[in-house]
């Protein structure tokens, strides 16, 4: 099975650019999560899709920040314009549909893309 | 072989047990290791990073095994607090220089009363 891949593992950008990031999550996880590690802090929430709808995106930081998951597959972020405290590791995760049960599924995380803005 | 590998459980404990996991990884090049504590649906919080000495953190206590290249967490005294998926994190070299971390799928810890 093919485990959540994240696109690029690494992006250098100047301030005032646009970056775009992509996760694709395990085929059949209709949940996927981003999540941010701001260097020498904790894995912050930014947001939760069910399929292609956001679910919760109480962590998202700004209006610069712009996630999409169109026909509920792969998603990407986007930052637009990127400011230096946007520097970190961006992380994706996916688990399984929830069942009625409210079931917790484990999360499948991708391996990250370290974004860093000079 | 997976890169970072955890038993999925779950581990169905009393209260007060002593539990441990392992977690195994592949790549000797790796540099930092980490556990992290997820609660359902809820983002992983840092639980400790792991040092080649070995460290703990009152009833937790982590221990690095570079030869075997395993990493092992032990929780004493069990807590029905202690319920979550313990998620164990690998941050290694790549070939292209650049470090990546690897999540294990965790280990889901369920404390009984």
């Known amino acids: 099975e093919a485990g959540v891949t994240q696109f690029p593992s690494h992006s250098v950008i100047e301030k005032g650019q646009t970056v775009t990031l992509r996760c694709d999550p395990i085929?059949?996880?209709?949940?996927l999560y981003w999540y941010r590690r701001v260097m020498g802090k904790e894995i912050k929430f930014l947001l939760h899709f069910v399929k292609e709808s956001k679910q919760d995106e109480s962590g998202m930081p700004n209006n610069r920040f712009l996630a999409e998951r169109t026909g509920g597959t792969y998603s990407t972020l986007k930052v637009q314009p990127a400011e230096l405290e946007d520097s970190g590791v961006y992380f994706c995760a996916s688990s399984l549909p929830t069942g009625q049960g409210k079931v917790c599924y484990g999360y499948t995380f991708g391996s990250g893309t370290r974004l860093t803005v000079v | 072989r997976k890169e970072v590998e955890q038993d999925p459980g779950p581990f169905n404990v009393p209260e007060g047990a002593t539990v441990a996991f392992n977690c195994t990884y592949s790549?000797?090049?790796?540099?930092?290791f980490f556990w992290y504590r997820q609660d359902c649906r809820k983002e992983p919080k840092l639980l400790m990073s792991v040092y080649s000495s070995g460290n703990e953190d009152g009833r937790f206590t982590a221990q690095l095994n570079r030869a075997s290249q395993y990493i092992s967490l032990l929780i004493r005294d069990s807590k029905l607090s202690d319920s979550a998926t313990y998620l164990c994190?690998?941050?290694?070299?790549?070939?292209?220089?650049?470090?990546?971390?690897?999540f294990g799928t965790g280990t889901r810890l369920k404390v009984l009363a």
């Open positions: 994190v690998v941050n290694g070299g790549t070939t292209s220089g650049t470090y990546k971390y690897i």
């Open positions: 790549n000797s090049a790796s540099q930092s």
């Open positions: 085929s059949g996880h209709d949940n």
